[in-house]
T-cell receptor, first 112, second 112 residues
């Protein structure tokens, strides 16, 4: 059974710092992986989707990488801003199931 | 485009009462999903509809029923609400399975 873990659960950084959020999964037979952002009391917004055949995806200051063999993905945020404060979740779709399994998220606070 | 809309935003029920959560999307997506989000548990899939006319169980389907009314609308029904169903419910849609998912703003349900 696929399990998705995100460590740490919470992170505080000063504005301007580059940071890395981690996501690990137990079954490497994934179809794709998505990173989402969730603001308090709101729904989820998709940030990046990485297909299993890809190594990374980039959007603006965000870069997501995928290493299937080690069961890991990282979300790199460059030059963090207070507006980046939110909870970041990763979700993994396992081949053949067509369902996403979500991690519990990392709550990020960027201090001005 | 409104994206994914959900009604109601907030609901209080007594144990044993029934209710239907409504979801609609205007992106002409084929696949739609219902999740629940609980503290420390992450998002868990309740039911999904890969395409109009089909529905399948997710990870936690017990106590729920769904209807894919047409391509736009996917409703979730609680026949006899229990306190364990207190949660935040999210509807999502994607053009096809395992593609980028777009989420609604959520429904906060409290069962007393």
């Amino acid at each position: 059974k696929q399990e998705v873990t995100q460590i740490p659960a919470a992170l505080s950084v000063p504005e301007g710092e580059n940071l890395v959020l981690n996501c690990s999964f137990t079954d490497s037979a994934i179809y794709n992986l998505q990173w989402f952002r969730q603001d308090p009391g709101k729904g989820l917004t998709s940030l990046l989707l990485i297909q299993s055949s890809q190594r990374e995806q980039t959007s603006g200051r965000l870069n997501a990488s995928l290493d299937k063999s080690s069961g890991r993905s990282t979300l790199y945020i460059a030059a963090s801003q207070p507006g980046d404060s939110a909870t970041y979740l990763c979700a993994v779709s396992t081949s053949g199931t067509y369902k996403y399994i979500f991690g519990t998220g990392t709550r990020l606070k960027v201090l001005a | 485009n409104a994206g994914v809309t959900q009604t109601p935003k907030f609901q209080v029920l007594k144990t044993g009462q029934s209710m239907t959560l409504q979801c609609a999307q205007d992106m002409n997506h084929n696949s739609m999903y219902w999740y629940r989000q609980d503290p420390g548990m992450g998002l868990r899939l309740i039911y999904y509809s890969a395409s109009e006319g089909t529905t399948d169980k997710g990870e936690v389907p017990n106590g729920y029923n769904v209807s894919r009314l047409n391509k736009r609308e996917f409703s979730l029904r609680l026949e006899s609400a229990a306190p364990s169903q207190t949660s935040v419910y999210f509807c999502a849609s994607s053009e096809h399975q395992q593609e980028t998912q777009y989420f609604g703003p959520g429904t906060r349900l409290l069962v007393l």
